[in-house]
């Protein structure tokens, strides 16, 4: 075995210094923030030795990381790939910690609820909401409202220095087909986005308490709302809220779905039209505004509700399940299996690209759809040359192997999630359910798993593979695949 010196100095001379000081530096902030929480609740006096064991552990092993890695260093696309792979999963691996000691749960248990957590998916392994304390259930929320954002776009902000590293982690993190940018400069736009989701931030926190959501449940509920998290500390969700507060979160949770800074451009550039020029942005809000009105006429048919209530729940739900957050303003696992259809299908489209949202986004839906209708045309005019369009844009051929390379991991991992858990389970509606739940950074399912259920009966392999799906889905499945291919390792090595 290495001694330490030498140990150390062989991890100092490794080929990912930038992937080591940036996961060291998320160590050391993560441990900052338990380490406050652990305060709080000693003198509120609640269990706080998970928080100080965490703290303990993230600032001395973040320490130890920022020393062996370099902040100046350009990182290749493979180290990139790693970085944002790893603390997906570094991240709530460290975060599970509180939930394990004080929490009372498994270590097994812990990391699904972390993992969930920092994931925004907001899937549950709480059946006894009474065995958390305050500062766990602010734990859980503000996970997500870390996670929403993305980790390392936020210290990106605070560590300009990373200068040029910091580029090529941003490219990684976002999400979406096209990447866009307002300046050259990464540091302005990742300031402009930041932006947007603080003023969001503050505009849900002061609308939650005027519509009479008790203070600390209309912070904790803030923190999951704009994070399209759907965490709650209410174990009703916002089943327990005012109808007023029904019709707030899906606003808000409508906007979690929409393109950050499209928004940014909306709100602080004045450019009021803009959204609407977007492909995306209006087939996301035709998306949801159809299936509402479905849904709305099913329940109004169907179910008790009169005429408010339906179209209520209906858009509550439209906007919770289409961008993942996963809130319940009814327990929609209790509806007829049309209501359930529809919110099913939700879980596979998703909001627009460069939102918090989850699932496959609706610009590679877009995408798909460009690509059949050309296939069409090119059954009739075979020699014509037909180039592939998203609104008046075109989009190039390695933007649709890039989409359909992503669609097919996303139905595979899909499919081998209601597999295991299928077998495993033996309910083929939670196994389908909880699968799309899960890759999709949804939340809750169906049946057993549904809105008012948790998921702590699972199988141990079922939970297992659930987190997998989770940090997968969240970073959108090709920087987890990545780490799957022998050339990846080459070139790290390189």
């Known amino acids: ?30 441990g900052a923030v338990m380490g406050l929480l652990g305060l709080t609740d000693t003198l509120m006096g609640e269990d ?27 990182p290749r696309r493979a180290e990139a790939l790693l970085t944002v792979a790893g603390l997906w999963i570094l991240v709530p691996m460290l975060g599970a910690i509180p939930y394990w000691i004080s929490g009372g749960l498994s270590y097994l ?51 300009p220095h990373l200068a040029l590293a910091g580029r090529q982690m941003f490219f990684a993190e976002t999400t979406g087909v096209q990447k866009q940018q307002l300046t050259p400069k990464l540091r302005q736009t990742a300031n402009y986005i930041l932006r947007v989701y603080l003023l969001l931030t503050l505009l849900t926190l002061t609308a939650y308490l005027l519509t009479g959501v008790p203070a600390f449940e209309a912070i904790t509920n803030t923190f999951s709302s704009v994070s399209a ?91 919770s399940i289409i961008t993942g957050t996963g809130f319940a303003s009814a327990d929609f696992a209790q509806w007829v299996v049309p209501a359930q259809t529809l919110l099913v299908m939700l879980m596979f489209i998703g909001g627009s690209a460069g939102s918090v949202g989850g699932s496959i986004k609706v610009i590679r839906w877009l995408v798909i759809g460009a690509l059949v209708r050309r296939e069409l045309q090119r059954a009739l005019h075979p020699q014509a040359v037909l180039p592939l ?23 595979s991992l899909f499919a081998l999630g209601v597999l295991v ?6 309910d083929f509606v939670v196994a ?63």
């Not at 140990?7 to 996961?23: G, Q």
């Not at 859980?140 to 390392?152: A, P």
């Not at 858990?421 to 033996?426: A, D, K, N, Q, R």
């Open 109 to 159: 248990d812990a990391l699904f609820e972390a993992t969930s957590g920092f994931s925004t998916t907001g899937a549950t392994i709480l059946a006894d909401f009474s065995q958390f304390s305050y500062g766990l259930f602010f734990w859980r929320s503000l996970s997500q409202w870390f996670g929403g954002m993305g980790i390392l776009l936020l210290f990106i902000v605070v560590l």
């Open 421 to 426: 858990m299928g077998v495993l389970e033996e």
């Open 389 to 411: 369009r998203v609104g008046n844009k075109n989009i190039g051929e390695d933007v649709m192997r890039s989409v359909a390379a992503f669609i097919t991991l996303y139905v």
């Open 229 to 319: 998290g759907g965490f709650s500390p209410n174990p009703q969700s916002f089943s327990a809220y005012a109808p007023l507060t029904h019709w707030v979160a899906a606003g808000v949770m409508f906007l979690t779905g929409v393109n950050l800074l499209l928004q940014y451009r909306a709100i602080f550039g004045r450019e009021y039209s803009a959204p609407l020029r977007d492909p995306e942005f209006r087939a996301y809000a035709l998306i949801v505004l159809t299936v509402g009105l479905v849904l709305a006429g099913v329940l109004y048919l169907r179910h008790d509700y009169s005429l408010e209530p339906a179209l209520r729940h209906a858009f509550f739900q439209t906007a």
């Open 432 to 494: 389908f359910t909880a699968s799309a739940a899960a890759i999709g950074n949804v939340g809750p399912g169906l049946g057993e798993v549904g809105p008012m259920a948790h998921y702590g009966n699972l199988h141990p392999v079922s939970k297992a593979v659930m987190i997998f799906q989770m940090w997968a889905g969240r970073i959108e499945l090709i920087a987890v695949f990545s780490l799957f291919t022998p050339e990846l390792w080459r070139r790290l090595r390189a």
């Open 48 to 74: 706080a030795l998970g928080f100080f064991v965490g703290a303990a552990i993230g600032l001395a092993l973040g320490w130890v990381l920022r020393q062996l890695g370099s902040p100046q260093a350009e």
């Open 1 to 30: 075995m290495k001694s330490w010196p030498r140990f150390a100095k062989s991890i100092a001379a490794n080929p990912i210094p930038v992937a080591t000081y940036m996961t060291g530096t998320v160590y050391v902030a993560l």
